[in-house]
């Protein structure tokens, strides 16, 4: 997993997860998830996909209800 804000500059990353790990999983060991405060200024957020936590700094576009 790479993270990037809008610069397009890595601020973190995560390594040793196979493909078959879930986003999320690999996304909470990495070490903004740990300290965002260290990596994003205040006001600072970062767009992820629907399979990422939601957070008030990691903001998923669309979060789709599950109607069976």
């Not at 610069?7 to 070490?31: K, P, W």
Request: hydrophobic residues 40%.
């Amino acid at each position: 997993i790479v993270i990037l804000p809008h610069n397009l500059r890595i601020v973190d990353y995560g390594l040793g997860h196979t493909g078959s790990v879930h986003d999320s999983y690999a996304f909470e060991s990495t070490q903004i998830f740990r300290d965002h405060t260290a990596f994003l200024d205040e006001g600072e957020w970062l767009w992820a996909d629907s399979a990422y936590p939601l957070q008030k700094w990691c903001v998923a576009p669309f979060k789709a209800s599950h109607k069976w």
